[in-house]
């Protein structure tokens, strides 16, 4: 059958749009008008509910600000963001917002953004070892801190956590890690079983499994993110610890993030609480920064959003970005 002529013209638009985008990445927005100022948003991954609500705040700030924001998504791929670096620096954007897939394996791309002396600022992690006008992350270290109080007074201050944490080296994990080493450290009479569970729910899943069954005494669990918690749920019921709140033999069980389906945990038991990410703030601060940097004003090297503790008694509330998420 012959193609029609609209669907011909859809396609070739299409091809066109992934050309431009460097390698297949995602591309969004229009042409800049004149005297607005041009940036490139380069993100590591629009496969998470987080990066894409990343996205939306800093698309809203953008309108809000009257600047020309293209978007690029790397797809979890190193080389493809590294390119889309080199491909936005000959369009000759005016800035560059970077959400870096891999740290180390992003410096070379950055020190290429040096090189052209084009102002470039880091959202939700930081690339060690290359220079950046500034970076806008979360205080993963408070919100670590903050999960591992409220656990202890959820374990009453005694028993053994199963910590998942997230993949090794990790900017994230590290912090978060350390932040629940600090807080948990205040309750002498808790101690902590570390996994490292790669981020992933499949992982978390076969954690537990395996060490609820090795060590039932087990009385706590904190994952360093929420997605690896549908793993650990899954794994409770199939080893018969799947208690919810308020049941006998519950275990308490905290993750990071606020995601809609963490929110929808929470309501229904199976999760307990949650540290708020707020990508929509994060997104908005990260872009007005790198505007500030472009008119000359100065601004903090380092600013961090706040974590906040949800639990049953303020899931429902609105403002928070896992009840605002449209897919």
Not at 2 to 18: D, E, M, S
Not at 36 to 51: P, R
Not at 84 to 89: H, P, V
Request: proline content about 5%.
């Amino acid at each position: 059958m012959r193609t029609p002529v609209r669907l011909r013209l859809v396609v070739a638009i299409t091809a066109l749009a992934l050309a431009l985008s460097g390698c297949g990445g995602m591309l969004t927005g229009g042409p800049a008008e004149a005297g607005q100022k041009k940036i490139a948003v380069l993100l590591y991954s629009q496969g998470f509910e987080f990066m894409v609500a990343l996205n939306d705040g800093i698309k809203a700030e953008a309108a809000r600000l009257g600047v020309d924001v293209v978007v690029l998504d790397a797809r979890e791929d190193s080389a493809k963001q590294t390119q889309q670096i080199e491909d936005q620096l000959a369009r000759g954007v005016d800035g560059i917002l970077l959400s870096p897939n891999n740290s180390e394996e992003l410096v070379p791309g950055v020190q290429k953004i040096n090189a052209s002396h084009t102002p470039v600022v880091t959202v939700d992690s930081v690339v060690a070892g290359a220079e950046v006008n500034a970076s806008v992350a979360y205080d993963n270290i408070g919100a670590g801190r903050m999960a591992a109080e409220h656990l202890a007074s959820l374990m009453n201050g005694t028993g053994t956590v199963l910590e998942y944490q997230g993949a090794k080296g990790a900017y994230h994990a590290i912090r978060r890690g350390d932040g629940f080493t600090e807080g948990i450290g205040q309750s002498p009479g808790i101690s902590v079983i570390g996994r490292d569970s790669e981020w992933t729910a499949t992982q978390a899943l076969s954690l537990t499994v395996d060490n609820l069954t090795a060590n039932p005494s087990i009385n706590g669990l904190f994952s360093h993110n929420d997605e690896m918690v549908r793993g650990i749920v899954s794994g409770q019921t199939q080893v018969g610890r799947g208690a919810v709140v308020g049941q006998p033999g519950h275990i308490p069980l905290i993750g990071v993030d606020g995601t809609p389906l963490a929110l929808q945990r929470i309501r229904d038991g199976s999760q307990d609480a949650t540290m708020d990410q707020d990508p929509y703030t994060m997104g908005a601060l990260a872009l007005r920064t790198l505007i500030e940097i472009l008119d000359g004003k100065q601004v903090p090297k380092q600013q961090l959003t706040e974590p906040k503790l949800i639990t049953r008694a303020n899931v429902d509330d609105p403002n928070l970005w896992g009840n605002k998420f449209q897919p």
